[in-house]
């Protein structure tokens, strides 16, 4: 059945390590989305990319990096320059264009940094 | 900027009660809003779609409406269960991008 798939779905990561979460969908869907939940500060975006081999910065994209090499794939790499990476990640995907199209959510992966 | 605001932060009612969850925007020129259900630790599960030219939505005891000219929507919810407990999130599309709002806490007590 169709979905978005994140993994892992919990990750520990040291101090200045990077680490690469993954999302995966199967809907078909052109455009795709991360998004970070801290408490009490709602869903922030870090990138967002309409089509393969494009994508743009949200409102906290420092510290992170992505890529976008096939349509079903939006893997986030958080960086050691991410100076407070601990958090709860969401990826969402959407039909794509300026108007977009309902939103579906994969079930999230948490960070912790020890 | 666009700005998204949910009030109140926290609800608790009882069971069979109806409700209504208040969403705002500071900016009309959006394409659609769209409601969510949060359950603690899980994703984000789409209850409504709005567009930017209609009115209302419906499914089951859910109803969203959507006022672009005054910045609102609300979501009702009839005869409240204790498995609507939950954080209910809007979020508006503009630019190509979803805002949303920092959520309402719903507790429906038996």
């Known amino acids: 059945d169709g979905g978005i798939t994140q993994s892992p779905k919990y990750l520990f990561r040291k101090e200045g390590q990077n680490v690469t979460l993954s999302c995966e969908q199967n809907l078909n869907h052109d455009a795709m989305y991360w998004y970070r939940q801290d408490p009490g500060q709602g869903l922030r975006l870090i990138y967002y990319s309409q089509i393969v081999n494009d994508f743009q910065k949200g409102d906290i994209a420092e510290g992170y990096s992505v890529s976008r090499e096939k349509k079903e794939s939006f893997p986030l790499t958080v960086t050691s320059a991410q100076k407070n990476p601990t958090a709860f990640y969401l990826c969402a995907s959407s039909i794509a264009g300026l108007a977009g199209g309902e939103l579906f959510f994969g079930e999230g992966s948490r960070l912790t940094v020890l | 900027k666009q700005e998204v605001t949910q009030i109140p932060a926290a609800l608790s009612v009882p069971e069979g009660e109806n409700l209504v969850l208040n969403c705002s925007f500071t900016?009309?020129?959006?394409?659609?809003l769209q409601w969510f259900r949060q359950d603690p630790g899980k994703g984000l599960t789409s209850l409504l779609l709005?567009?930017?030219?209609?009115r209302e939505q419906t499914s089951g005891r859910l109803n969203a409406s959507l006022d672009k000219s005054s910045g609102r929507s609300t979501l009702y919810i009839a005869a409240s269960q204790p498995g609507d407990s939950a954080t209910y999130l809007c979020?508006?599309?503009?630019?190509?991008?979803?805002?949303f709002g920092q959520g309402t806490e719903l507790s429906v007590k038996p």
């Open positions: 709005i567009q930017s030219s209609q």
């Open positions: 979020a508006v599309m503009t630019g190509g991008k979803l805002i």
């Open positions: 900016d009309s020129a959006i394409y659609n």
